[in-house]
């Protein structure tokens, strides 16, 4: 596939690595569907693109909630001539241990199940809904080829403080090997990538100890770039041999 020949849906768009996504597409020629929850990001997203080569659209909607989902397709699709591509990139956290004792009061303390639910409603519910749906329009309109770019995380190995969260990205990449292979009868890639510790604006704004700390952790030493994964995601859409999976883009990191 050629990316100037795309027309994707990139989940999570408003900030973080899903600008870069929406944005370095859109810089290559790609007509680009941005969803996203936050309005006024999207706005100011497509203000940036509006110079670039490609075409940026914005549809302001959650990935865990079906009817916007279901809505934000049907949209996109008539906008741009029907989709071939997606990111399935939204993503949210709400870390938490299992159960954690308090050393000064002695209680403990749970991880909710709202914690645990929200997680896996954005994270992997979220995917699941958008990869139905853009799949189902490419094989009512016969479209092909199609892509679909699922973001994992390095911490689907298991990272302490995120159940939910390496539950959610785990079951991305189990999915991803089984969406390739039921999709690939009608010429559909499924692949993954799954990056370490990147620079965005959540991390940025952790404490700096523990930013250092993170990154001690990382054998070169830094913290990844968006543009980094945006590569490797670039990779997934153009190679037509690849799929069912999971790219690692995590500077050699071992949680």
């Given at each position: 596939?050629?990316i ?85 990139n ?77 539950a959610a ?28 510790f ?49 790219l ?8």
């Amino acid at each position: 596939m050629k990316i100037n020949e795309m027309r994707v849906i990139v989940t999570g768009a408003a900030s973080g690595m899903g600008q870069c996504f929406a944005l370095s597409l859109c810089r290559e020629g790609a007509k680009v569907a941005a969803m996203d929850v936050n309005e006024p990001g999207l706005a100011e997203l497509a203000r940036t693109a509006s110079d670039l080569p490609g075409e940026l659209r914005t549809y302001v909607g959650s990935v865990s909630k079906e009817p916007d989902v279901v809505d934000v397709v049907r949209r996109a699709s008539e906008d741009l001539g029907g989709i071939n591509g997606l990111v399935n990139n939204a993503g949210i956290f709400r870390d938490g241990f299992l159960v954690k004792l308090d050393r000064k009061t002695g209680g403990l303390k749970k991880m909710t199940l709202e914690q645990w639910q929200a997680v896996i409603d954005v994270d992997l519910t979220g995917p699941f809904l958008m990869t139905r749906e853009v799949a189902a329009q490419m094989i009512e309109k016969q479209i092909r080829p199609g892509a679909v770019v699922n973001i994992s995380s390095v911490s689907r190995q298991g990272n302490m403080g995120q159940s939910n969260y390496s539950a959610a990205k785990a079951g991305l990449v189990a999915d991803t090997r089984l969406w390739a292979r039921e999709l690939a009868r009608h010429g559909i890639r499924v692949g993954a990538v799954a990056p370490g510790f990147i620079r965005t604006p959540i991390l940025e704004g952790m404490p700096e100890k523990m930013l250092e700390k993170m990154i001690g952790n990382v054998p070169l030493g830094r913290l990844g770039e968006p543009d980094e994964i945006y590569r490797a995601v670039r990779f997934i859409f153009e190679n037509d041999y690849f799929t069912a999976r999971c790219l690692d883009v995590d500077g050699g990191v071992d949680l």
